[in-house]
């Protein structure tokens, strides 16, 4: 089955240290559903946005917590908000988890599977569900 640490390992380096930028999203506390401008700008790190971090740690989190992301807690993140929301241990090929973790980090987790499916001509819903996981351990 596939691993979690090899799939984050690989994606860490693709992600930049912290950053602030006043247009992204990402890099305010209420991004994710108000856009850019909207909550507390404390901006990103590790590819960790600024409501990911807060939603974590259960409280509006600070430019500080953000600056001082460990790779742990990047780490535990990513694994609860995508991995194992696609069920990435439940996929047997390490390649196949490695891209499909890539593209939810990168287009959304909801879009990343839709992807998948699409792909395997396969009912498109947006969740791993039994035909999906089947599909996706066809795959070498």
């Known amino acids: 089955m596939a ?11 693709i992600e930049g240290p912290w950053e602030n930028d006043p247009t992204d999203s990402g890099c305010w506390t209420l991004g994710d559903t108000l856009g850019a401008g909207h909550g507390v700008n404390i901006g990103t790190n590790m590819g ?7 939603a974590y740690l259960g409280r509006t989190a600070t430019e500080e917590d953000m600056k001082n992301l460990s790779e742990e807690t990047a780490g535990a993140i990513f694994k609860k908000n995508y991995w194992d929301k696609f069920r990435g241990d ?9 891209d499909l973790f ?3 980090v990168n287009e959304g987790l909801v879009t990343g599977i839709k992807q998948a499916q699409e792909a395997g001509g396969i009912t498109i819903n947006g969740k791993v569900d ?6 996706l351990n066809t795959l070498l």
Request: proline share 6%; glycine share 0%; with cysteine.
């Open 3 to 13: 691993d979690f640490t090899i799939a984050f390992k690989r994606r860490l380096p």
């Open 48 to 54: 960790i946005c600024a409501w990911e971090l807060s």
């Open 90 to 98: 439940e996929i047997i090929n390490q390649n196949i988890a490695n």
């Open 102 to 104: 890539d593209a939810c």
């Open 130 to 135: 039994e035909p999906t996981l089947n599909f």
